[in-house]
């Protein structure tokens, strides 16, 4: 099992195109396994000539856990930030960003272009700010600034986002239809995923790893983090945003937002898609990441 000792802690990853391949390091949301970046879309960058790293964020799927930490206080978060101090939390959204270098270290990577969706977004954009000897271009994908004047989730995609799931391990099948109703609310309307697709794909995280407490301790380090957008207004890399158009998780604002703070940066809207990487647009997608790394 491919495993690096990193920063301090066990990150999970993989590995897959040639070794001669421009190295891209692809980074998950909150709560997701490496998965969500599914092998199709894997399989897309390796034949355009990648060599594709996926991993695993601390916390979550196979990487090391943080279950002795509890779980967090978020109004402590949310009070620490605007009082301008560091939160008492298991880790910070910047241990993410070090991982991710630390992993590029550990293979032997001097740089590598950087891409990630959500708050794997915020991640590489941090990996940017923080460890910039590492990064030949970014991504940013369905992602903000954490600008605090940026509009905020519909109630319904926070409700999906939010609301905790039934116990797996005591009716596996709740746990299945809530994360199969709450796909639907934060899907692409434009390309909806079969019920019976959406199902598989929880299953089969269900089985790879199964760690509930996660995604709250995540979760916490995203609402404590910093506003980025002075230091990213510093940045001088290629960078695209991309957003879709329809997001009710994270609105497109955040998206332009973001472009708006890089100097530089792209800006990609994909009208009819929401907070999901549907698979009929995976080469859109690809080819809105290439405006950055074939300026690298």
Same mark, same amino acid.
């Given at each position: 099992?491919? @495993?690096?000792?990193?920063?301090?802690?066990?990150?999970?990853? @993989?590995?897959?195109?040639?070794?001669?391949?421009?190295?891209?390091?692809?980074?998950?949301?909150?709560?997701?396994?490496?998965?969500?970046?599914?092998?199709? #879309?894997?399989?897309?960058?390796?034949?355009?000539?990648?060599?594709?790293?996926?991993?695993?964020?601390?916390?979550?799927?196979?990487?090391?856990? #943080?279950?002795?930490?509890?779980?967090?206080?978020?109004?402590?978060?949310?009070?620490?930030?605007?009082?301008?101090?560091?939160?008492?939390?298991?880790?910070?959204?910047?241990? #993410?960003?070090?991982?991710?270098?630390?992993?590029?270290?550990?293979?032997?990577?001097?740089?590598?272009?950087?891409?990630?969706?959500?708050?794997?977004?915020?991640?590489?954009?941090?990996?940017?700010?923080?460890?910039?000897?590492?990064?030949?271009?970014?991504?940013?994908?369905?992602?903000?600034?954490?600008?605090?004047?940026?509009?905020?989730?519909?109630?319904?995609?926070?409700?999906?986002?939010?609301?905790?799931?039934?116990?797996?391990?005591?009716?596996?099948?709740?746990?299945?239809?809530?994360?199969?109703?709450?796909?639907?609310?934060?899907?692409?309307?434009?390309?909806?995923?079969?019920?019976?697709?959406?199902?598989?794909?929880?299953?089969?995280?269900?089985?790879?790893?199964?760690?509930?407490?996660?995604?709250?301790?995540?979760?916490?380090?995203?609402?404590?983090?910093?506003?980025?957008?002075? #230091?990213?207004?510093?940045?001088?890399?290629?960078?695209?945003?991309?957003?879709?158009?329809?997001?009710?998780?994270?609105?497109? @604002?955040?998206?332009?937002?973001?472009?708006?703070?890089?100097?530089?940066?792209?800006?990609? @809207?994909?009208?009819?898609?929401?907070?999901?990487?549907?698979?009929?647009?995976?080469?859109?997608?690809?080819?809105?990441?290439?405006?950055?790394?074939?300026?690298?």
């Amino acid at each position: 099992m491919p @495993e690096a000792q990193v920063n301090g802690i066990t990150i999970y990853y @993989e590995v897959e195109g040639p070794d001669d391949g421009k190295p891209i390091l692809l980074i998950t949301g909150v709560g997701t396994q490496m998965t969500r970046f599914p092998k199709p #879309f894997v399989d897309k960058l390796v034949a355009r000539g990648y060599r594709v790293i996926r991993m695993d964020n601390r916390d979550i799927g196979l990487s090391q856990k #943080f279950t002795d930490h509890g779980l967090p206080d978020f109004k402590e978060a949310m009070a620490a930030k605007a009082e301008g101090r560091q939160a008492d939390l298991a880790y910070q959204l910047s241990d #993410f960003a070090a991982d991710g270098a630390a992993l590029l270290d550990h293979l032997g990577i001097d740089k590598a272009h950087v891409a990630g969706f959500s708050m794997g977004g915020m991640i590489v954009q941090l990996m940017a700010i923080e460890h910039p000897d590492k990064v030949l271009s970014m991504a940013s994908i369905m992602s903000n600034t954490a600008n605090p004047d940026l509009p905020k989730a519909t109630p319904e995609a926070m409700a999906a986002l939010t609301t905790p799931r039934p116990d797996a391990n005591a009716d596996l099948d709740a746990f299945v239809a809530h994360g199969v109703a709450s796909a639907k609310v934060i899907g692409s309307p434009a390309w909806p995923i079969p019920d019976d697709v959406l199902a598989a794909n929880i299953l089969s995280d269900y089985e790879r790893s199964y760690h509930p407490t996660g995604f709250p301790r995540q979760y916490a380090a995203i609402l404590a983090t910093y506003d980025r957008r002075p #230091f990213l207004q510093k940045l001088k890399l290629p960078c695209v945003a991309i957003h879709g158009v329809q997001d009710p998780l994270v609105p497109v @604002e955040g998206g332009r937002d973001t472009a708006a703070n890089i100097p530089g940066c792209e800006l990609v @809207e994909i009208d009819g898609m929401g907070h999901n990487l549907p698979p009929q647009i995976f080469d859109r997608i690809i080819d809105a990441m290439e405006l950055a790394t074939l300026k690298a």
